[in-house]
């Protein structure tokens, strides 16, 4: 089974950057999509960013150009990395990070994810 451990979450003022980690093990393919995704209280999940097996990397519009992602792929591990620059309150949210299988395709920040962490908080104060 695939797991996925984030880290990295905290409370930073706006304006403030966090990094996020998360540690991926488990799948037996070496080409795998993996993105961050969020959900704010009360709000539905939100994609936010995802990078290929390739390095194309894709965005949300709420982020672009404030957060940068990026992967580190090992034997038989993929570490996945957000740097959050510029942070704002309307940032609070439980962080996620996923992963699936990629065979070429689309690895989008609205494609469909199998595997995914228990999630890293980040609360952004004004």
């Known amino acids: 089974a695939v797991e996925l451990v984030e880290s990295g979450g905290g409370s930073v003022q706006a304006g403030g950057s966090l990094r996020l980690s998360c540690v991926a093990s488990?799948?037996?393919?070496?080409?795998?999509?993996m993105g961050w995704f969020r959900q704010g209280q009360g709000k539905e999940r939100e994609g936010v960013a995802t990078?290929?097996?390739?390095?194309?990397?894709?965005?949300s519009d709420s982020v672009k150009g404030r957060f940068v992602i990026s992967r580190d792929d090992g034997m038989t591990k993929e570490r996945l990395y957000l740097q959050m620059n510029s942070l704002k309150p309307e940032d609070t949210a439980m962080y996620y990070c996923?992963?699936?299988?990629?065979?070429?395709?689309?690895?989008?920040?609205?494609?469909?994810?199998?595997?995914w962490g228990e999630g890293t908080q980040v609360t952004v104060s004004s």
């Open positions: 488990g799948n037996p393919y070496d080409r795998v999509c």
């Open positions: 990078i290929a097996s390739d390095g194309v990397t894709r965005y």
């Open positions: 996923a992963e699936e299988t990629w065979f070429g395709g689309r690895c989008h920040p609205s494609a469909d994810f199998g595997w």
